[in-house]
């Protein structure tokens, strides 16, 4: 992850925070992804980053990783996000800073969470630290993006992602009800969409993309979890066979059919009026942070008309269908980068 050049101190130990952070962040959720780091006299001597859901926080961790406590009165803590002041499945990481006798405290934001936003730092200068917060607030915030998009918007932040063909097809026309996958992209690309997959906690399909391409929707080109995965089957009629039910990762489907089962799958009932808002509510219920949607072309469409999207992903490929199914249409031009990975390109959109 790229982080700009610092240009004070404060700036330089937040920048290593924020490193520190990144290493843990999709462990991490649906908790944020924190660093700390605990510096004495221009030398870092604790730090430590948020494990995995239910583990140590990263200030308990730089707090523990510090051999010489003496050092403490005369330390300063960095904190990319603002410690927490509540029990939750760990006691409150501001109970041990106070304990510790540090005096000073720089925080790079606040925290969204209500349970936690400004009291972790209220707490702090009730017991006379010095709390400072600010330092590259912009990086820190966008480091846990889908933490803020998920407390600020009440809804997981969502990708889109799709590949369509150098002509702008998103699949071949299907005759006869052929099934199987048209592949766009070379195998160059597996790895980074198992990536993408990876980073987040689900991964979105609709109906006709299970019954047509039969995917997994698991993460198995590089090491990784599993997303939870998401199917929309409006009318219930997706049979067990298919690979989403496999067991291998938990799956939730979206259905109005309130008699439909499925074998290893929870079953969420929505009567489809405004779909997406339902499922988006349905996932904040769910504790979901993040979702990917992979397809199909009427399942993106659907989230692009309700201008339900955070971020979008782009495969371009180097062949040509000539015909067949649109791809969804950007009115926009990339605005984060621009990737090549041999003959595909993959472009980048934020709303």
Same mark, same amino acid.
């Given at each position: 992850?790229?982080?700009? !050049?610092?240009?004070?101190?404060?700036?330089?130990?937040?920048? +290593?925070?924020?490193?520190?952070? /990144?290493?843990?962040?999709?462990?991490?959720?649906?908790?944020?992804?924190?660093?700390? %780091?605990?510096?004495?006299?221009?030398?870092?001597?604790?730090?430590?980053?948020?494990?995995?859901?239910?583990?140590?926080?990263? #200030?308990?961790? *730089?707090?523990? /990783?510090? !051999?010489?406590? @003496?050092?403490?009165? #005369? /330390?300063?803590?960095?904190? @990319?996000?603002?410690?927490?002041?509540?029990?939750?499945?760990?006691?409150?990481?501001?109970?041990?800073?106070?304990? /510790?006798?540090?005096?000073?405290?720089?925080?790079?934001?606040?925290?969204?969470?209500?349970?936690?936003?400004?009291?972790?730092? !209220?707490?702090?200068?009730?017991?006379?630290?010095?709390? #400072?917060?600010?330092?590259?607030?912009?990086?820190?915030?966008?480091?846990?993006?889908?933490?803020?998009?998920?407390?600020?918007?009440?809804?997981?932040?969502?990708?889109?992602?799709?590949?369509?063909?150098?002509?702008? $097809?998103?699949?071949?026309?299907?005759?006869?009800?052929?099934?199987?996958?048209?592949?766009?992209?070379?195998?160059?690309?597996?790895?980074?969409?198992?990536?993408?997959? *990876?980073? &987040?906690?689900?991964?979105?399909?609709?109906?006709?993309? %299970?019954?047509?391409?039969?995917?997994?929707?698991?993460?198995?080109?590089? &090491?990784?979890?599993?997303?939870?995965?998401?199917?929309?089957?409006?009318?219930?009629?997706?049979?067990?066979?298919?690979?989403?039910?496999?067991?291998?990762?938990?799956?939730?489907?979206?259905?109005?059919?309130?008699?439909?089962?499925?074998?290893?799958?929870?079953?969420?009932?929505?009567?489809?009026?405004?779909?997406?808002?339902?499922?988006?509510? =349905?996932?904040?219920? #769910?504790? +979901?942070?993040?979702?990917? +949607?992979?397809?199909? =072309?009427?399942?993106?469409?659907? $989230?692009?008309?309700?201008?339900?999207?955070?971020?979008?992903?782009?495969?371009?490929?180097?062949?040509?269908?000539?015909?067949?199914?649109? =791809?969804?249409?950007?009115?926009?031009?990339?605005?984060?980068?621009?990737? !090549?990975?041999?003959?595909?390109?993959?472009?980048?959109?934020?709303?």
């Amino acid at each position: 992850m790229y982080f700009r !050049q610092r240009v004070n101190v404060h700036e330089k130990y937040m920048g +290593i925070c924020l490193e520190l952070a /990144s290493e843990g962040l999709r462990e991490a959720m649906p908790n944020p992804s924190v660093g700390a %780091v605990i510096v004495y006299d221009d030398k870092i001597i604790g730090k430590g980053y948020t494990r995995p859901f239910g583990n140590e926080h990263a #200030e308990v961790q *730089a707090v523990r /990783s510090v !051999q010489d406590k @003496s050092f403490f009165k #005369e /330390s300063t803590l960095y904190v @990319s996000l603002e410690p927490c002041a509540h029990h939750g499945k760990t006691p409150p990481c501001t109970d041990l800073i106070i304990e /510790s006798g540090i005096r000073h405290v720089i925080v790079g934001c606040e925290d969204p969470n209500p349970i936690v936003n400004g009291k972790g730092i !209220q707490k702090l200068r009730d017991c006379g630290i010095r709390v #400072e917060v600010g330092i590259l607030k912009e990086e820190c915030q966008q480091l846990n993006k889908r933490f803020f998009t998920f407390h600020q918007n009440k809804r997981p932040y969502v990708i889109l992602k799709w590949a369509q063909t150098k002509d702008g $097809f998103i699949d071949r026309e299907r005759k006869n009800n052929e099934t199987g996958i048209n592949w766009i992209t070379d195998p160059r690309t597996k790895g980074i969409t198992h990536q993408w997959r *990876a980073e &987040e906690m689900a991964v979105l399909v609709g109906f006709k993309t %299970v019954e047509n391409d039969n995917p997994k929707l698991t993460v198995r080109a590089l &090491e990784g979890k599993h997303p939870i995965r998401l199917v929309i089957d409006k009318m219930g009629a997706l049979s067990d066979h298919f690979e989403v039910f496999n067991g291998e990762a938990p799956v939730i489907v979206f259905t109005k059919n309130r008699t439909a089962k499925y074998r290893n799958a929870k079953v969420i009932e929505i009567d489809f009026n405004h779909a997406v808002n339902q499922i988006l509510a =349905a996932l904040f219920k #769910e504790g +979901i942070l993040s979702v990917i +949607i992979e397809g199909g =072309a009427s399942t993106l469409s659907l $989230f692009l008309k309700e201008g339900a999207w955070d971020e979008a992903r782009v495969l371009t490929g180097k062949t040509t269908f000539g015909s067949g199914l649109k =791809a969804p249409e950007l009115k926009i031009k990339p605005n984060l980068q621009t990737d !090549q990975f041999g003959d595909n390109i993959s472009y980048y959109f934020n709303d």
